[in-house]
């Protein structure tokens, strides 16, 4: 059956270049290029933008970018195997399709991209979240990155989204939403993917603030965050013991009773304490 972009149907291409799903390289492969495209739409006007895409495996998501209007996609993945199935879609878009085989944790793509920017990737579930931190905590805000729209793990998807009070708030719902706008634009179950995972995952949509929204310095507030996590069922005075001394009159300076816990803590109240801690108010 003829698709859109005139290339054979995924499960074809699967056949034809004999990629069975490695687990060990975290493989769930989208098919349904319907999805894929839909996906893609969901990363916004792609037009005269280039994406890096991590682990494009066979492409589905590729095609769907490709099909979308960006103006070129700089797609890093890891299986060699995959790199035939690739190699016919950058021949049906010339000029448009740039694979590198390589490890996205260690390969650096800023050469190869010129601004603006967009990320999208059906991530291998085992570096994803370490990825989002690394794009999070650039050395220079804004980022490099204008968008950011990857598949999670539900669950994964949960804690960057989530509000104080809730059971996933906690360090990377701060590191999301301090400088991002990240809301969930897609709920997928299992069987949408080959082979069927064990967990739901969802889609991302992180949209880079061009200032934090409240000042503070990352790294104080990174440790601030991270002592009050780390110990989340302890009251706030006594996990952040260790942060700055005489941390009690700086909670209460900051809004914070002493005796909270920190996942009742507001992003505002969070960067309020960092600034006290760094004596700037
Ligand atoms: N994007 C494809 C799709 O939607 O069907 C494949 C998604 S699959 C969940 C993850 C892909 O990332 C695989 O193709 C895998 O080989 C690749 N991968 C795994 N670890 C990687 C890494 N460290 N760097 C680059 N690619 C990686």
Known sequence: MATIDGLPPLREVLQTHDLVAKKSLGQNFLLDLNLTAKIARSAGDLTGADVLEIGPGPGGLTRGLLAEGARKV????KDSRCLPALAEIAAAYPGRLEVINGDALEVDPLAHLTPPIKIAANLP?????ELLVRWLTPKHWPPFWESLTLMFQKEVAERIVAKPGTNHYGRLAILAQWRAEAKIVMSLPPEAFT???KVHSAVVHLRALPEPRYPANAATLSRVVAAGFNQRRKMLRASLKGVAPDIEAKLEQAGIAP????????LEQFCRLARIVDGQE
């Open 74 to 77: 700089l797609a890093i993945e």
């Open 125 to 129: 579930y085992n570096v994803g979240t």
């Open 195 to 197: 082979p069927a995972p």
């Open 259 to 266: 005796t909270e816990r920190a996942e009742k803590v507001t």
